[in-house]
């Protein structure tokens, strides 16, 4: 009866125990996310991020890419009566998006880094488009102005 009570209770007990660090496990996907929409994300989950490492210096806090996370449960202090907390540590880089020489980002390989290089390029192209066009309504404006002048 006492190896019973015994067994029982160890299941019991492994069954709380999964239970429990469920609900840690069960944090929503930040990763390749910015920090300020993963804060967000996660505290809708009622998940509090805590940021365990950062790398780079290069940009606000809240535009640097989650590059990791790891879900943990906090119990609380002896004797407190208060509930455990559940908390996402995240990974930031804060360098550019894309490695150049002398500046650390992420490869143009990795998802994160072809994402980027991407997203650059089409930046650049829609600028030059927007130039281009510019340019091209300022030359309009000034033969239509020399052509006004000289009749």
């Known amino acids: 009866m006492k190896i019973a009570f015994g067994i029982g209770g160890a299941v019991a007990f492994s069954a709380v125990a999964l239970i429990s660090s469920g609900v840690a496990s069960a944090a929503p996907d930040v990763v390749g996310q910015k920090y300020g929409d993963a804060v967000g994300t996660l505290s809708d989950a009622g998940i509090r991020p805590v ?28 004797n407190s009566g208060g509930g455990p907390t ?30 980027a290089s991407k997203a650059s390029a089409a930046a650049i192209a829609s600028a030059q488009a ?8 300022a030359e309009q404006q000034q033969l239509a102005a020399e ?5």
């Open 130 to 137: 927007e130039a281009s066009a510019a340019q091209a309504a």
């Open 86 to 115: 559940n908390q996402v540590l995240l990974s930031l880089n804060c360098g550019a998006d894309v490695a150049h020489p002398g500046v650390a980002g992420f490869s143009a390989g990795s998802p994160e880094g072809s994402k």
């Open 147 to 151: 052509g006004g002048n000289g009749g």
């Open 51 to 78: 940021v365990s490492t950062t790398v780079g210096e290069r940009l606000p806090r809240p535009q640097c890419v989650v590059v990791n996370q790891v879900s943990r449960t906090v119990p609380p202090p002896p």
